[in-house]
């Protein structure tokens, strides 16, 4: 392994439960639509106007008017800019400094919001990283596996050379459909094991991103 990428909401950062609590009022606001956490989790990854398409269709309404979906996504970035107070998990921060092999985040969050969560929650800024992608850089989001495509070739890098560090399905699947070997980090999620069965090997679910210290270290090199 010559290479890392991070997804950066809910794996190096405690970020999703604000990301959820802005899609809850967003939806509610906008549409008077009720949204449960897991839900949101299992959208994590997606663009946003596609989560608000994809959970229409899981809640099996329309038909609607398609400015609907941008005045949701509209909302939703409003209120979480407004409640931009998030920490880094445990181990974050020395994982990324200490790994000695190319780094890349990839993530469904706009650029603003990428750049300003590695300056205030880690503490840096996009320069510990080779290659930021994000959600302003791609047409489709996650599952669709072209933003992981586009991280390898920018770390000059061959799919079976880079290694993913997800915590979500969707993220999970992408890596599959890119032939990029995954680990998941669970952290605080209400995500389990079971949500990941038919995706990834359990033996790769770590608890934390802290334990993936050990496990990335051990198959980085130079």
């Not at 009720?34 to 959208?43: F, N, Q, S």
């Not at 985040?105 to 992608?133: H, M, N, P, T």
């Not at 995706?199 to 130079?222: D, G, H, M, V």
Request: with cysteine.
């Amino acid at each position: 392994m010559k290479g890392v990428i991070f997804d950066l909401d809910g794996v190096l950062v405690d970020s999703m439960p604000m990301h959820y609590e802005a899609w809850k009022i967003a939806f509610s606001e906008v549409a008077n639509i009720k949204v449960d956490e897991r839900t949101i989790y299992l959208l994590e990854g997606m663009r946003g106007i596609e989560l608000v398409r994809n959970l229409f269709e899981l809640k099996r309404i329309g038909p609607f008017d398609e400015s609907i979906l941008t005045q949701i996504t509209k909302r939703k970035d409003e209120y979480f800019r407004k409640i931009f107070s998030f920490k880094p998990f445990e181990g974050a921060k020395e994982l990324v400094t200490n790994l000695r092999c190319r780094k890349a985040v990839v993530s469904g969050s706009a650029k603003k919001d990428v750049e300003r969560i590695l300056s205030q929650a880690l503490g840096f800024g996009k320069e510990q990283f080779d290659v930021v992608i994000t959600a302003d850089e791609v047409t489709k989001g996650k599952p669709d596996p072209s933003s992981l495509f586009s991280a390898v070739e920018k770390l000059q890098l061959n799919t079976t050379e880079a290694l993913v560090v997800e915590n979500a399905p969707l993220g999970v699947e992408a890596a599959n459909r890119a032939g990029i070997p995954c680990i998941v980090v669970l952290n605080n999620t209400p995500l389990n094991t079971t949500d990941f069965k038919s995706l990834i090997p359990e033996e790769r679910i770590l608890k934390r991103t802290e334990s993936a210290f050990n496990f990335l270290q051990k198959w980085s090199t130079e």
